[in-house]
């Protein structure tokens, strides 16, 4: 597919959202807080093509969750006091990944992943001046032991990696948190995704506990 075939179905697209706006009754209800749940679903759903490595799937959770960005944008162009369409996001994400790749649009220089960090995260603090907190940015609704992997990345450049120890005994809901936290950071030091790896066990108990279940007549 060329570019040009490229850019005219994401414009083809947009066009469609645009219609399914005006004419259909059930769009026209929606409002950007009402369509989290969707966000978060397809979101999930993309995920999980991901790990499962379908082909097809990811395609079309892709698409789906395209569609989520789209429908938001949409919804916000038709704002009464600050409206931006998706060519409005667009061309923000543009400019944003330009700054952000100095060592690919720019002089700068970046011959390892390291070398891109520091490049992204310089550029991230001058967009990001107003930020008074490291923390400041992580999304609270963000599942929990994702975030608070973030927040010990996070931490680590302001106090260090300190983590209370993991209780002895878990007799508690704090001691519960504490050992979890624990956990957590040293997925972080193992470099390991926490949450990948609990999903990763869950969908194996998942798996075990269809295979023992009686089949259906």
Known sequence: MSEQDRGDQLRRAADVMHAVRERCVWSQQIDHRALVPYLVEESAEVIDAVESGDRAELREELGDLLWQVLFHAEIASRDPETPFD?????????????????????????????????????AKAAEKRARRSVLDGIPTSMPALARAQKVLGRAAAVRGDAVP?????????????????????????????????LRARVRALEDEVRAAEPGLE
């Open 165 to 197: 120890a993991r209780p002895l005994e878990i007799t508690t809901e704090d001691d519960l948190g504490d050992a979890l936290l624990a956990l957590v950071a040293r997925a972080r030091d193992e470099g390991w995704d926490a949450e990948r790896a």
């Open 86 to 122: 998706i060519d409005d996001v667009a061309r923000d994400l543009g400019d944003k990944m330009v700054r952000r790749h100095p060592h690919v649009f720019g002089d700068a220089v970046a011959t390892t992943p390291a070398e891109v960090l520091v490049h992204w995260n310089a």
